[in-house]
C-alpha cells in the first residue's frame, strides 16, 4: 500500500499547481494505471468505443475500495465521479477528489442529500458527464446490490443516457475488509447505452450478467 500513498502525494502537488480540471485527471488516469501496474494487476479495457459521444451518465458494480481508482484508470478525462460524502473528510483523499472535480452527496441528512442532488444535477445539465456507483456500498458477498435511484434521477431530469459499466476483478484484488492488495486481473467492461424508465433494473440486470454474479 505504501505506493498508493507515495504516488497519491505526487498526484496532490500536482493537482495543486495546475489549474484545468480536465488535466488534473488526465494525470490521476496516469497515476491510476500506474499504481495498478506496479501492484501487479493488469488492466484490460472493453468497449470504449461504446461511449455515447454526447455528455452521459455512468454506473457501475461496486465490489470493493480499488473500484474508483479503476475507473479512473480506465474512463477518459471527461467524466467526475459522484461520492458519498465520507470520502470528502479524508484528508488526503478529500483534498485530491476535490481538486478533480468530484461531487460529494450526504445519504444521512435529508436536507443537505437534496442540496448535493440538485448541485449535481446542474453539472450534469451543463454538460459534465458522471461516474456512479449506485449500490452506495459494497457487501462481503458476491453479488449485485439494490441500484439507488440518484443517478437515474439525474439522467432523466438531465435528458442524459445511463452507460451501464462491469469492473471485474476488483473483489479478488482487495476484497472487502482487507487493505492487503493481491496479484490479479482486472477488465473494466463498457456494456451498453441505455434510456428510459427502465434503465435502473436494466442496468443493473446487464451488469450481474456480465459479471455472473447473483442479485441480491
Known amino acids: 500500500m505504501a505506493c498508493f500513498g507515495v504516488i497519491a502525494c505526487?498526484?496532490?502537488l500536482v493537482n495543486l499547481i495546475i489549474f484545468t480540471p480536465r488535466t488534473r485527471r488526465l494525470i490521476a488516469a496516469a497515476a491510476a494505471r500506474l499504481i495498478l501496474r506496479l501492484a501487479g494487476m493488469r488492466l484490460r479495457v472493453?468497449?470504449?468505443d461504446r461511449l455515447p459521444r454526447e455528455p452521459c451518465i455512468v454506473v457501475a458494480n461496486h465490489a470493493s475500495f480499488i473500484d474508483g481508482?479503476?475507473?479512473t484508470a480506465a474512463l477518459p478525462p471527461e467524466f467526475v465521479f459522484v461520492?458519498?460524502?465520507e470520502m470528502g473528510e479524508m484528508p488526503l483523499a478529500g483534498t485530491l477528489l476535490r481538486r478533480l472535480g468530484s461531487e460529494f452527496v450526504d445519504r444521512h441528512d435529508r436536507k443537505q442529500g437534496a442540496a448535493d442532488a440538485r448541485r449535481v444535477l446542474k453539472r450534469a445539465v451543463e454538460g459534465q458527464s458522471l461516474v456512479f456507483?449506485?449500490?452506495?456500498?459494497?457487501?462481503h458477498r458476491r453479488q449485485v446490490g439494490p441500484f439507488l435511484r440518484g443517478a437515474f434521477a439525474t439522467?432523466?431530469?438531465?435528458d442524459r443516457p445511463i452507460v451501464a459499466v462491469a469492473l471485474h476483478g476488483t473483489r479478488a484484488v482487495l476484497p472487502p475488509g482487507s487493505w492487503r492488495l493481491r496479484r490479479g486481473p482486472i477488465r473494466v467492461e463498457v456494456l451498453e447505452t441505455l434510456r428510459g424508465p427502465e434503465a435502473r433494473q436494466r442496468s443493473r440486470e446487464l451488469i450481474a450478467?456480465?459479471?455472473?454474479?447473483?442479485l441480491a
Open 10 to 12: 505526487l498526484v496532490l
Open 46 to 48: 472493453d468497449g470504449l
Open 69 to 71: 481508482v479503476v475507473a
Open 83 to 85: 461520492i458519498k460524502k
Open 133 to 139: 456507483f449506485p449500490e452506495g456500498t459494497f457487501s
Open 155 to 158: 439522467a432523466a431530469l438531465a
Open 209 to 214: 450478467q456480465a459479471l455472473d454474479d447473483p
